[in-house]
């Protein structure tokens, strides 16, 4: 639970900003008070937020006053975005950058000697029920994160950078390449004789239901063992996927993550 009586600054609010607000918003993580927004465009979220007490693009003094900087912009724009605003913000804000691909290096080349702490959540921080990696080589800077995204994330700390690329594959695109093989799975359903509507409610509800039992916490192994019966058609499927290319699958688009991530650092 963040704690601080000083705000906090997010700076973009698209897609996962604006998760992120919603979900600090509705899960009481910090006050609308202490919220800042800024954003080249009105945005629904910002605006829920405004009514309810956030500040959206206020003058630039203001910003001194905030603990911490969100960076929930495009790793093409940081520099752009963050050059006006760098020399207005106190000497010991936390730079929280949720940007896949820049590096620790790179921001402090733009924000000095701030801390600075990388997370790499999914969007369903909107519902308080994402995760979360998070890296930083300072002690304040980390607890600082997990002030803000242990109330809307399982947040897993990396001991290492360099493992943000793979956190970003596995979690932040992750949930990407599950909803194209439930998309798959419903193709998959109508080439066997379902319509496209059936399919797809179908696939739908097997996605929550694995996001369900994946929510017990239990281990996945067992989970499929539940549903896996000897002999039955479970066992039959995941024979056939394993045999199809499952891992090289996984491993194609977690490699491929990871390439493009390396890419984008600058
Ligand atoms: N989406 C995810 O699931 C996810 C997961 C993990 C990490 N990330 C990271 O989060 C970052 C944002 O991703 P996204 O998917 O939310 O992208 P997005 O939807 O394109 O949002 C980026 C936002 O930045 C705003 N922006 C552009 N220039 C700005 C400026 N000068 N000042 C303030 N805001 C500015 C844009 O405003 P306009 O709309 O007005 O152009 C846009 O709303 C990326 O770096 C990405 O790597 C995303």
Redesign the pocket.
């Known amino acids: 639970m963040y704690t601080s009586d000083r705000p906090v600054i997010l700076?973009?609010?698209?897609?996962?900003?604006?998760a992120l607000l919603e979900g600090w918003l509705a899960t009481g993580t910090l006050a609308a008070e202490r919220l800042i927004v800024?954003?080249?465009?009105n945005?629904t979220a910002a605006e829920a937020a405004r009514e309810r007490g956030a500040r959206i693009n206020p003058p630039e003094a203001v910003l001194a006053e905030a603990a911490s900087l969100i960076?929930?912009?495009?790793?093409g724009?940081?520099r752009?975005?963050s050059g006006p605003i760098a020399a207005a913000l106190a000497e010991d804000v936390t730079i929280v950058s949720?940007?896949?691909?820049?590096g620790a290096h790179s921001l402090s080349s733009v924000f000095g000697k701030r801390p600075v702490v990388r997370v790499?959540?999914?969007?369903a921080v909107a519902q308080g029920r994402g995760v979360a990696a998070v890296w930083s080589n300072h002690d304040n800077a980390r607890a600082a994160a997990h002030a803000l995204f242990d109330p809307v994330a399982d947040t897993v700390d990396l001991t290492d950078e360099g493992l943000i690329d793979a956190a970003?594959a596995v979690a932040?695109?992750a949930?990407a390449f599950i909803h194209a093989y439930v998309e798959a799975l419903a193709r998959a359903g109508q080439a066997a004789g379902l319509d496209a509507e059936a399919a797809s409610r179908l696939a739908r509800g097997a996605l929550r239901s694995a996001g369900a039992g994946a929510e017990t916490g239990a281990p996945l192994s067992d989970l499929i063992a539940r549903i896996a019966s000897p002999g039955g058609t479970t066992e039959a499927g995941l024979k056939a996927q394993a045999e199809a290319g499952l891992d090289a699958t996984a491993m194609a688009a977690v490699q491929a993550a990871v390439a493009r991530a390396k890419a984008l650092g600058n």
């Not at 700076?11 to 604006?18: F, I, Y």
């Not at 949720?98 to 820049?102: D, E, F, K, Q």
Request: one cysteine or more; charged letters at 10%.
């Open positions: 700076l973009g609010c698209g897609r996962l900003g604006s800024l954003t080249p465009s945005k960076l929930a912009v495009k790793p724009v940081w752009e975005a949720l940007m896949a691909g820049v790499m959540p999914t969007t970003t932040g695109s949930p």
